[in-house]
């Protein structure tokens, strides 16, 4: 089955760090640039972070200098670190496969709470 | 870069159309074909309905349809079915490799 599997989600203090991780199957994972796509409950998406098939990352200016994105092609993995958390970073975190210009297989997601 | 701007809700009767529209600048939506919606259930994850701006990915129903003009993209409903009751979110990109979504719209079958 074609599914992508986020993990790594839970409580952190303001300040802290965490490493989300999408674990994919059922498709060529090296083949496709993969992305990080977040959402604060009963708010809008935001994309938060891009690696191409050659491990060239992308950020938007909201988490650059905080968030890592990296990918392990053999093991069909992705990984987000994330430093300095802020309670802002609060949201459920996608995984989403892009071809790329747009994200066609999304995982169900993890929840991030950054609070004392 | 800010949010895409989209109408809060939309709503209609079973059978009837509806047109959410998705308005950006000619940084985004104006300059790029690039154009792609997005249907969320509540409590799920979203899911692609239409990509560069008018193509739609295998399995979806052909009455939805997307189109563009000028700064504006906009994502159509036809023949409304109660399961398409959902939010809806267009997304765009912006060019070195960065997106920017809409602020979402809400679906409501009548």
């Known amino acids: 089955e074609v599914q992508l599997v986020e993990s790594g989600g839970g409580l952190v203090q303001p300040g802290g760090s965490l490493r989300l991780s999408c674990a994919a199957s059922?498709?060529?994972?090296?083949?496709?640039?993969m992305n990080w796509v977040r959402q604060v409950t009963g708010k809008g998406l935001e994309w938060v972070s891009a690696i191409g098939t050659g491990g060239v990352t992308y950020y938007p200016g909201s988490v650059k200098g905080r968030f890592t994105l990296s990918r392990e092609n053999v093991k069909n993995s992705l990984y987000l670190q994330m430093n300095s958390l802020r309670a802002g970073d609060t949201a459920v975190y996608y995984c989403?496969?892009?071809?790329?210009?747009?994200?066609?297989?999304w995982g169900r997601g993890t929840l991030v709470t950054v609070s004392s | 870069q800010s949010a895409l701007t989209q109408p809060r809700s939309v709503s209609g009767s079973p059978g009837q159309s509806v047109t959410i529209s998705c308005t950006g600048t000619?940084?985004?939506?104006?300059?790029?074909?690039?154009v792609s919606w997005y249907q969320q259930h509540p409590g799920k994850a979203p899911k692609l309905m239409i990509y560069?701006?008018?193509k739609r990915p295998s399995g979806v129903p052909d009455r939805f349809s997307g189109s563009k003009s000028g700064n504006t993209a906009s994502l159509t409903i036809s023949g409304l079915q109660a399961e398409d009751e959902a939010d809806y979110y267009c997304c765009s990109y912006t060019g070195n490799y960065a997106y920017v979504f809409g602020t979402g719209t809400k679906v409501t079958v009548l």
């Open positions: 989403a496969r892009g071809p790329p210009w747009h994200f066609d297989l």
């Open positions: 000619n940084s985004d939506v104006g300059v790029y074909n690039y």
């Open positions: 059922g498709f060529t994972f090296s083949s496709y640039d």
């Open positions: 560069d701006v008018t």
